[in-house]
């Protein structure tokens, strides 16, 4: 399947009914923290690259509380 970027609108769109911005949690009940990091370029050729890092740490601890590569 194709998607085009008026794909891509309408389901941010329908996703963005879904979001909450209410505190609906006791912040010590916490347990882990993530970040999230994306980056995208080009080569010299025009080939298209992207690469994701995703970490997950331990709250109290600061460890990171899982590895894959």
Do not use: P
């Amino acid at each position: 399947m194709q998607y085009n970027e008026n794909d891509f609108i309408q389901i941010q769109n329908e996703l963005k009914a879904r979001i909450s911005c209410k505190d609906s949690f006791d912040i010590r009940d916490i347990k882990f923290i993530a970040g999230v990091d994306l980056a995208y370029w080009n080569n010299e050729s025009g080939e298209e690259y992207a690469v994701c890092c995703i970490v997950i740490i331990e709250k109290e601890t600061h460890r990171l509380a899982e590895t894959k590569s």
